[in-house]
């Protein structure tokens, strides 16, 4: 898959400029004037780059439209406005953004940057170009990033120690498969130890910081007598 770039709420003319700049480089884009459509398609289908106009609106609806951004995708998001503040700029960046930018530039500008930080997403950062998005599992609430060991839930990053990770990541990879705790250790952890007790420990340590109940499972279901399954989102 070539790279991808998403545009919304941008003038017609600016997205036209910009595409001819992007196509240059072998990367194509597509474009949408709603705000809503553009965070729908953003949700469902990945792409590389994210460039988002700011509504004439308050401080507070740009924030809350960024931090909606943020829960679906790890993927950049450079924003473009007429005029930004210090003050602004600072809580953009801090909520999400990836770069602000004056929307008053020229397009070669706007498009410079773009590429620049595309570059990063793509190549510095070590993402697949050919699958951007195959590495990130995108789970219900949760966004497993296994290059960077990051997860987050709900948009809030949780820290988790190396075998919660692999675990998490495999129970991931594999939703709606019974593992055994002897299936666990010798293929998730490469290892041959007590069994039920170590895997029991760090599901327990796990669905405390997924906050899931035992009872009433969203991620991690126990199956008596078997082992424990990874229940596929809905």
């Not at 948009?155 to 988790?160: A, F, I, K």
Request: some cysteine.
């Amino acid at each position: 898959m070539e790279n991808q770039v998403l545009m919304v709420g941008i003038s017609l003319q600016l997205f036209e400029r910009l595409q001819t700049l992007f196509l240059e480089e072998s990367i194509s884009s597509a474009y949408t004037a709603s705000i809503q459509e553009g965070a729908r398609r953003f949700a469902e289908k990945p792409c590389h780059l994210l460039i988002l106009a700011l509504p004439e609106e308050n401080k507070e609806t740009w924030l809350k439209i960024l931090a909606a951004l943020r829960k679906s995708r790890p993927t950049p998001i450079m924003l473009l406005a007429d005029e930004w503040d210090e003050d602004t700029r600072t809580e953009m960046l801090k909520d999400g953004a990836d770069m602000c930018f004056s929307a008053k530039s020229a397009p070669e500008a706007i498009g410079a940057h773009a590429l620049a930080l595309l570059r990063r997403y793509t190549l510095y950062n070590h993402y697949d170009i050919s699958q951007p998005d195959a590495s990130v599992l995108h789970r219900g609430e949760l966004v497993i990033d296994p290059i960077r060991h990051r997860l987050t839930l709900a948009g809030n990053e949780v820290r988790l120690r190396r075998r919660e990770f692999r675990l998490l990541l495999y129970f991931a990879e594999n939703p709606g498969i019974v593992l055994t705790p002897e299936k666990i250790c010798e293929t998730v952890w490469m290892t041959e130890s007590h069994y039920n007790r170590d895997v029991s420990a760090v599901i327990a340590e796990l669905r405390k910081k997924l906050k899931d109940d035992l009872k009433h499972p969203v991620y991690i279901e126990t199956v008596h007598g078997v082992g424990y399954r990874f229940l596929p989102y809905k």
